[in-house]
T-cell receptor, first 111, second 114 residues
Framework: AQSVAQPEDQVNVAEGNPLTVKCTYS??????LFWYVQYPNRGLQFLLK??????LVKGSYGFEAEFNKSQTSFHLKKPSALVSDSALYFC?????????FGSGTQLTVLP | DTGVSQDPRHKITKRGQNVTFRCDPI?????LYWYRQTLGQGPEFLTY????????KSRLLSDRFSAERPKGSFSTLEIQRTEQGDSAMYLC????????????FGQGTRLTVV
């Protein structure tokens, strides 16, 4: 079985400050890891993925994530937050074709 | 726009009625997925098609739920004898045949059972 934990329901950060949204996973085998973002009344939008290779993955809108196998983590980061980054963020893991999502973290960037 | 399209966007139905949702994937994508998302939760996998073949079904997909993709293009998800617990956002996603590709999601159909 595979599972994803997003330990923070809510993250608040000031505009211009770095942001981190945490994700840990549990899976047997080598996982594929993803981050998606959901804006109100919108579908999920793909941000980035880790398949293999470099542990630091760069994605859309200046986001990046670091895969840490020993800590089974895949935290989402951005060096300088924008108000427009405020949204609901989901981490997901996949071994086969289906995605298993975390419960989401609401990011609020304060002006 | 060539994204994943879902119809309708919203559906209100009375308990016990049947409902059907449609999903049109990105045209070159042969893989199609259905997920269900309830308030405050992440999406939960329901079922997966590769072309017209339904290859995986979640235990969440009770006997009242059926999904089809008859010609390997669009898909329908039908819920029979709806219950209040079926109220959720139903998301469709598609992905290309290439290995390790991400899924692209539609905007979803929000179902409210009253």
């Amino acid at each position: 079985a595979q599972s994803v934990a997003q330990p923070e329901d809510q993250v608040n950060v000031a505009e211009g400050n770095p942001l981190t949204v945490k994700c840990t996973y549990s899976v047997s085998g080598n996982p594929y890891l993803f981050w998606y973002v959901q804006y109100p009344n919108r579908g999920l939008q793909f941000l980035l993925k880790y398949i293999t290779g470099d542990n630091l993955v760069k994605g859309s809108y200046g986001f990046e994530a670091e895969f840490n196998k020993s800590q089974t983590s895949f935290h989402l980061k951005k060096p300088s937050a924008l108000v427009s980054d405020s949204a609901l963020y989901f981490c997901a893991v996949s071994l086969t074709r289906q995605l298993t999502f975390g419960s989401g973290t609401q990011l609020t960037v304060l002006p | 726009d060539t994204g994943v399209s879902q119809d309708p966007r919203h559906k209100i139905t009375k308990r016990g009625q049947n409902v059907t949702f449609r999903c049109d994937p990105i045209s070159e994508h042969n893989r199609l997925y259905w997920y269900r998302q309830t308030l405050g939760q992440g999406p939960e996998f329901l079922t997966y098609f590769q072309n017209e073949a339904q290859l995986e079904k979640s235990r969440l997909l009770s006997d009242r739920f059926s999904a089809e993709r008859p010609k390997g293009s669009f898909s329908t998800l039908e819920i029979q004898r709806t219950e209040q617990g079926d109220s959720a956002m139903y998301l469709c996603a598609s992905s290309s045949p290439a290995q390790n590709t991400e899924a692209f999601f539609g905007q979803g159909t929000r179902l409210t059972v009253v």
